[in-house]
């Protein structure tokens, strides 16, 4: 079953038709406010496009200061979480953050221009704002230094003392809900490759895909690998590390396309489940040795084939049964193929 | 890897068995036999040795027709192919 979960890369997403009615909105407006109307006879117009243009001459400077605050803090998300940055930027207190750095940008770009020399110019102060304001509340003013270089005798004025607060606030809350949306992903994963066999496989070639991984960190990852299939864990939870394992090496792009194609592959094979090589290895391998042993050999009368089957059937010390058993049912699945070898279950 | 091991210890079976692993990727021990030339015995005893060593891993796995699953062990396989390309 999957843990339910926001799915944070459909969150916010604008569809084609939203993005062209924004499109002819702002293109009428701007060519609205860039007519000649007294020349065109449309004077009655004139005092519409006078307050349009106002509106935009006073929007623009906070809307330029209130991006700025919001680049801060989309670049602090995003290298905070480099693994998920698009899922991270998407979360609920990502968006607190954003907020709270865009409104409090224009709330000093507010402040600024009541305070601020009239003949300064105003790009200056938006460039000013914009990008002084975010450094400001991030910045830790040293009035008095202690000698001994430890720092802790340090006189400070912590200007973002409060905005440290938030955001670690944010950074816990983010990070709850990305671990959500990951759990989310890879038990979409694991639903559709179940076995170890498949997980394992898949990880190794995400890995051996990955082209941009320096060596230090190719071995690390291995060897997160080798320990993942090493410990004895239940399957449950070695499917569930190697998932997340693919999650983060291969990405939520990748293990998407993944989860896709397969389910693509299980809807054209129409739901129902074919007779598989797997199937009959388990069904003959559930036979008796001897019964099966007997069977394979009536079934294959070249010499070499008897001999390799009575080599299989032979006991070998310390190796198991059972894995007697699935040797030589597999053999036969390999070299009379899947139907020939569901047949002998019948004989 | 275990800390005894050391490569020189693998014998061209050895680089056999690996090999044909590698290429296989994960897979059980029932497939091994069925699908090689070895002898039963003998291909399960350097199986066996490989495993002790740690260059092969060894899991229980019920998705298996017979219950375990097999391995080469990633950080061997990254050391082997830094020390000889050959192993690619």
Known sequence: MTVPAPDL????????????????????????????LPQMGLSQLVGVQASLSAIVEFVIPYLAVGGLGVAVGVAE??????????????????????WLNAVTAMLAYLLALIYAPAEIEPMVLIISVGVGFPALIRTKFILARN?????????????????????????????????????????????RYTTVQELFDTALYTLKARDTLTEAEQTAKRTELERIISEKLPPELTRL??????????????????????????????????????TVIRELRDLPLSTLTQKALAARPAPEEQ????????????????????SIAQYLVDNMGVEAAHNLLNE | MK?????????????????????????????????????????????????????????????????????VSPTFTQNIEQASPKFK
């Open chain 1, 147 to 191: 000698f001994s270089g430890e720092g802790g005798g340090d006189v400070s004025v912590n200007l973002g003392w409060l905005y440290d607060q938030f955001t670690t606030v944010c950074k816990k809350q983010i990070d709850l809900e990305l671990m959500a949306y990951r759990r989310m992903k890879v038990d979409q994963l694991i639903q």
């Open chain 1, 77 to 98: 998300i995003s290298s905070t979480f480099s693994d998920y940055p698009r899922e991270a930027l998407v979360t609920r207190w990502s968006q607190y953050l954003l």
């Open chain 1, 307 to 326: 001999a390799k089957i009575s080599q299989l059937a032979a006991p070998v010390p310390g190796l198991p049964e059972v894995t007697q058993r699935a």
């Open chain 1, 9 to 36: 890369r459909r969150r916010f997403s604008v569809n084609a038709s939203t993005w062209g009615v924004l499109g002819v909105v702002t293109v009428t407006l701007m060519v609205f406010a860039a007519l000649p």
């Open chain 1, 241 to 278: 590390n190697l998932g997340l394992y693919i999650l983060e090496v291969g990405g939520v792009a990748y293990v998407d396309s993944m989860t896709q194609a397969r389910a693509a592959h299980t809807a054209l094979a129409g739901g129902h489940e074919p007779l598989t090589a797997n």
């Open chain 2, 3 to 71: 800390p005894n091991f050391d490569i020189e210890m693998l014998t061209k079976e050895h680089q056999q068995i690996l090999g044909w692993l590698s290429e296989r990727g994960a897979t059980s021990p029932s497939v091994l036999l069925a699908q090689t030339t070895f002898d039963p015995q003998r291909a399960w005893g350097l199986v066996t040795e490989l495993s002790d060593w740690g260059v092969v891993i060894m899991r229980p796995d019920p998705d298996s027709p017979d219950g375990m699953l097999m391995v």
